[in-house]
């Protein structure tokens, strides 16, 4: 879809995830906070490529090394825009998925929630906050 709204989405899927957290809602606080990662890893390659998002569904992964690739290669700018990888993105890359939303209440450990939710803060603020800081806007 052309007018996906990822840096937008990111922001906001962060937001809801911390009110969670706060909230004891450990389940979808870590639910958003995947979605934050394939948020801002799409919003990446939309503002440098025009990259719509299409192919890679939520499978973060594929998607991360999509998007650092792309980036140095096609715009050596964009290595500025550093991928988080550290132990907590780790985690969320390797057990983070959509059907998640389908689990029963408390199937996500608090600690294993707080985890993703650094992870999410990471990508944010690695991602999300320079691209608006460089002036990119979601497509109107």
């Known amino acids: 879809m ?3 709204k990822y ?4 922001s906001k899927h962060l937001h809801d995830a911390e009110l969670l957290l706060a909230a004891d809602r450990s389940d979808n606080a870590a639910y958003l906070s995947g979605y934050v990662a394939e ?5 990446l390659l939309q503002a440098q490529h025009g990259f719509m998002g299409i192919g890679f569904g939520h499978d973060l992964p594929a998607m991360s090394r999509a998007a650092a690739s792309l980036a140095a290669i096609l715009s050596p700018v964009a290595t500025r825009y550093m991928l988080p990888s550290g132990p907590d993105e780790a985690a969320l890359f390797t057990s983070w998925h959509p059907r998640l939303r389908y689990n029963a209440d408390l199937a996500i450990p608090k600690p294993t929630a ?5 992870a999410a803060k ?4 690695q991602i999300i906050v320079p691209l608006r800081l460089d002036g990119f806007t979601d497509p109107t």
């Open 122 to 125: 990471s990508f944010h603020r």
């Open 114 to 118: 707080q985890a993703w939710l650094r």
């Open 7 to 10: 840096l937008s989405a990111a």
């Open 2 to 4: 052309p007018d996906e």
């Open 39 to 43: 948020c801002a890893m799409k919003g």
